[in-house]
């Protein structure tokens, strides 16, 4: 499986960037994919995850309410919209894609990466 993220870029605060994650490969591998994020300096956490075949997700408490993740099958193309989005969301992306079928919140559990993308929130 590969996962290939996109979609980062520089944004002002209170603005708005849609991520990708257009996933190839062995894709019937992938039961859950999720975003993480790292930060200078700080370790790589969870932002949300999504069920590849249902409809659970999983927000970090820092997200609620501004993030929503997604997926369209038939693409195999994970997204993550960010809106209202502030200078503490800036940090590199990661999607990531996971065999098992909880909402896990360890990176450890996923086993499929992308190679991460940088999203820049400027005040």
């Known amino acids: 499986v590969q996962l290939q993220a996109s979609g980062g870029g520089l944004v002002q605060a209170g603005g708005s960037l849609r991520l990708s994650c257009a996933a190839s490969?062995?894709?019937?591998?992938?039961?859950?994919m999720g975003w993480f994020r790292q930060a200078p300096g700080k370790e790589r956490e969870i932002v949300a995850s999504?069920?590849?075949?249902?409809?659970?997700?999983y927000y970090a408490d820092s997200v609620k309410g501004r993030f929503t993740i997604s997926r369209d099958g038939a693409k195999n193309t994970g997204y993550l919209q960010m809106n209202s989005l502030k200078s503490e969301d800036t940090a590199v992306y990661y999607c990531?894609?996971?065999?098992?079928?909880?909402?896990?919140?360890?990176?450890?559990?996923?086993?499929?990466w992308g190679q991460g993308t940088q999203v820049t929130v400027s005040s």
């Open positions: 490969g062995r894709t019937s591998s992938i039961y859950v």
């Open positions: 999504i069920a590849w075949r249902g409809s659970s997700t």
């Open positions: 990531a894609g996971r065999q098992g079928s909880a909402l896990s919140t360890a990176a450890v559990n996923y086993g499929y």
